[in-house]
T-cell receptor, first 114, second 112 residues
């Protein structure tokens, strides 16, 4: 059973516009969330994280929003750039020590058109 | 600081053989986790080592094993390779506290 879900396999946006990537989770005990960006044949690159004590975290063009009651988080990229085209994964640390095991969503492929 | 390094980057093996992959974490990081990425299953957790001890384990058969050395470098071994083991194998390191994991570039394994 998928504990972390990204229901949109792909998203296409125009350069300069906002990209919104969504992620849902099932376990209310999850208290830390991460977003990674991945290019083909490379390892995921950490983008931004959020703790459950917050509902928003910003880093430059990237903002993550957390809605604990809905068990939903979203990643906003503004403005979107062609170099943002990649696969985006949300991930949750879960396991002994609460960090060593990341559960990943299925990923959303973002295409930013020039 | 240097990032996470993995060797080799590419590997071709035949069914029934075994393979060993290596991962060097970021300096000072004591936790190393391994993941398998396949088109059908996405990114799946294999196991995590912290201070030379396996701390977490995913749902993979016993053919998949690992170890960690005193310098935090880790190796992953797959015995009796199957075609379905063809994947990108990623390792990630962290300090071992609750925080971000940083990934290496991966080893692409092809089993023929």
């Amino acid at each position: 059973d998928q504990q972390v879900k990204q229901n949109s396999p792909s998203l296409s946006v125009q350069e300069g516009r906002i990209s919104i990537l969504n992620c849902d989770y099932t376990n209310s005990m999850f208290d830390y969330f991460l977003w990674y960006k991945k290019y083909p044949a490379e390892g995921p690159t950490f983008l931004i994280s959020i703790s459950s004590i917050k509902d928003k975290n910003e880093d430059g063009r990237f903002t993550v929003f957390l809605n604990k009651s809905a068990k939903h988080l979203s990643l906003h990229i503004v403005p979107s750039q062609p170099g943002d085209s990649a696969v985006y994964f949300c991930a949750v640390p879960h396991g002994s020590g609460n960090t060593g095991k990341l559960i990943f969503g299925q990923g959303t492929t973002l295409q930013v058109k020039p | 600081k240097a990032g996470v390094t993995q060797t080799p980057r590419y590997l071709i093996k035949t069914r029934g053989q075994q393979v060993t992959l290596s991962c060097s974490p970021i300096s000072g990081h004591r936790s190393v986790s391994w993941y398998q990425q396949t088109p059908g299953q996405g990114l799946q957790f294999l196991f995590e080592y912290f201070s030379e001890t396996q701390r977490n384990k995913g749902n993979f058969p016993g053919r998949f094993s690992g170890r960690q050395f005193s310098n935090s470098r880790s190796e992953m071994n797959v015995s009796t390779l199957e075609l379905g083991d063809s994947a990108l194998y990623l390792c990630a390191s962290s300090t071992g506290q609750k925080e971000t994991q940083y990934f290496g570039p991966g080893t692409r394994l092809l089993v023929l």
